[in-house]
């Protein structure tokens, strides 16, 4: 197997979700938001996530979507989502999708399950039996019903094929960043800037999907030690942040997105699209980060 350039997994790394129409995966949709955010400064994508539905799409969906995708020739590199409750199930889908040569696999521990930390060990080191490919660790307790340890997660970063993990916990976020033991990706958009101006290297935001230029903006100025212009880049996005999670993920974005039109307003059963409350809130909230200069002027 080819292994990518460099395992890290550095900058905005997009969970991109999976436009339907009519029932089914809207590929040529996929195409254009690929490129809408290769153009943007994105890194990368992440496929079949949380945020993808990647649960309620079949393997042979799967891999027409990153085909097309991977179609054009300059296409963003792609990081697939892996989770599940069987781990063999897990493993060997994984073996399927290899053949794409994906950058690498966003894998939570089981879902539902609630196993210890040690079946939490047993699970990972089991898929890294399936791939050469780097794994990239996803702690999110509210999906699965289980919670990785900081002890458990260093304890897999010395390990080849763990290369990072995306930790959703603000505070946990926080202390394995201070740890300095593995590559942590932001996966709370509330704690976006705080995670670039401690230094971060790289994040998972689905909020990127909306404004994805001023997002990279403000990872540069952080980055560079720019942190007033940084923050003032930030704050505005805290309100439109809290509404595209105020109903479950991704409805709000796929609303957000459909009003731009850029896909259609579909997700798939059992997954519903956002109330009619919400459309209101978010057509005055996109309103107001449209009325924003998109980046201020820095020495």
Not at 191 to 200: I, M, P, V
């Amino acid at each position: 197997m080819d292994m990518p350039v460099t395992p890290r997994f550095e900058g905005i790394w997009l969970p991109m979700i999976t436009p339907l129409r009519g029932g089914y995966v809207d590929a040529d949709a996929a195409q254009a938001l690929a490129r809408y955010y290769r153009n943007a400064g994105i890194a990368g994508l992440v496929l079949f996530g949380s945020t993808g539905e990647g649960n309620l799409l079949s393997l042979s969906e799967k891999i027409d979507m990153a085909q097309a995708i991977n179609s054009d020739p300059h296409a963003l590199p792609l990081v697939f989502g892996a989770g599940g409750v069987d781990t063999r199930g897990v493993a060997t889908a994984i073996r399927r999708l290899d053949k794409l040569r994906p950058a690498g696999y966003l894998v939570p521990p089981p879902y539902y399950l609630g196993p210890s930390q040690a079946g939490i060990l047993w699970h990972y080191r089991q898929i890294a039996w399936a791939t050469d490919r780097p794994i990239i660790l996803y702690n999110i307790p509210k999906r699965t019903g289980a919670t990785m340890t900081v002890e458990t997660m260093e304890t897999l970063a010395s390990l080849p094929n763990f290369s990072a993990v995306k930790e959703c916990d603000a505070p946990v976020l926080a202390a394995l960043n201070a740890r300095g033991k593995l590559d942590v990706l932001c996966g709370d958009d509330l704690s976006l800037l705080d995670h670039w101006l401690a230094g971060g290297h790289g994040a998972i935001p689905a909020a990127a999907h909306l404004f994805p230029e001023r997002h990279v903006e403000i990872m540069r100025l952080a980055r560079a030690g720019q942190a007033d212009a940084a923050r003032a880049l930030f704050e505005p996005l805290r309100a439109l942040i809290r509404l595209l999670f105020a109903e479950p993920n991704p409805a709000p974005i796929k609303r957000a997105l459909a009003m731009q039109g850029l896909i259609a307003d579909e997700l798939r059963m059992p997954m519903m699209p956002a109330s009619r409350d919400l459309t209101p809130r978010l057509q005055r909230a996109l309103g107001a980060m449209q009325a924003l200069p998109s980046r201020l002027q820095t020495a």
